[in-house]
């Protein structure tokens, strides 16, 4: 009779953080969504990551750095008012 080696594997049940569906992953893992949310959440930005913003059309924005705007009314850095 031969001797089959087998090899034990931790398992943990964990819940998706995208669908709420209880689920097994390998102990140790880093997985929090289950196999059929993952490929969809891989796509969505992660805290942290930092995404390019565009405007519609190619608009472009001009930052002008001689007004302040205080509530409804506009200054220059000079104090009047505009």
Known sequence: M???ETEAVGMQLKYCECCGALWLRRTGEQEIYCPACAPAMAEVPQPGQRTKVR???????????DQVLVGRVSFDLEGSTL
């Open 55 to 65: 405007l519609p059309n190619n608009m472009r924005v001009e930052r002008r750095v």
């Open 2 to 4: 031969d001797c089959v």
